[in-house]
């Protein structure tokens, strides 16, 4: 997304919990988008929006009203926690963020981690997969087996996964 310290990257955090007092509001984040900004020559204006679950729950309506006109020379990250299927999130926002996808004028990207699970037949669980195709990204072949191996010694959360492929792959 850039340069963190770029006066065109903004990064604000939505509530906690419900109910915190001083949390930004989705129509503030919105006017911080439509805001142009002063160092447009450096490019997009990025804003990013961490824990935007609680926001877009009680003010989602006001996402769908940007999104039928978005700004340009803005993008709008959104973090949220829960999934894309998930029933707690919209059903309005996640068909309006899947139609924009369609179009190509958004980008959703999951970041949950594969099933470290075993697959129905017995082989190789997705997570081993997935270690596969980041130690394939390192060069390397990988049976996806010997990667639900290495999943067993470096746990499933994918950051430490992820360096111990990099870190065997040398």
């Not at 509530?15 to 129509?27: I, M, Q």
């Not at 503030?28 to 877009?56: H, N, Q, Y």
């Not at 707690?88 to 099933?115: D, F, H, M, Y």
């Amino acid at each position: 997304l850039g340069d963190p310290e770029s006066p065109d990257a903004v990064v604000l955090h939505g509530p906690a919990k419900p109910g915190e007092p001083d949390a930004t509001t989705l129509a503030a984040v919105l006017e911080d988008v439509r805001t142009p900004s002063m160092f447009a020559a450096a490019g997009t204006k990025v804003v990013i929006l961490r824990r935007a679950d609680l926001l877009l729950a009680e003010e989602g309506d006001l996402l769908l009203g940007y999104l039928e006109r978005p700004c340009g020379g803005s993008a709008l990250v959104l973090e949220v926690e829960a999934e894309p299927d998930d029933r707690n999130a919209g059903a309005k926002i996640r068909s309006a963020l899947a139609g924009l996808e369609g179009q190509g004028k958004a980008q959703v990207v999951t970041c949950s981690a594969p099933s470290s699970e075993p697959g129905r037949t017995g082989d190789a669980s997705p997570l081993g997969h997935w270690v596969a195709g980041r130690a394939r990204a390192h060069g390397k072949r990988l049976d996806p087996a010997v990667g639900d191996r290495l999943v067993l010694r470096s746990g499933t959360a994918l950051a430490p996964l992820d360096a111990a492929v990099a870190a065997a792959a040398r």
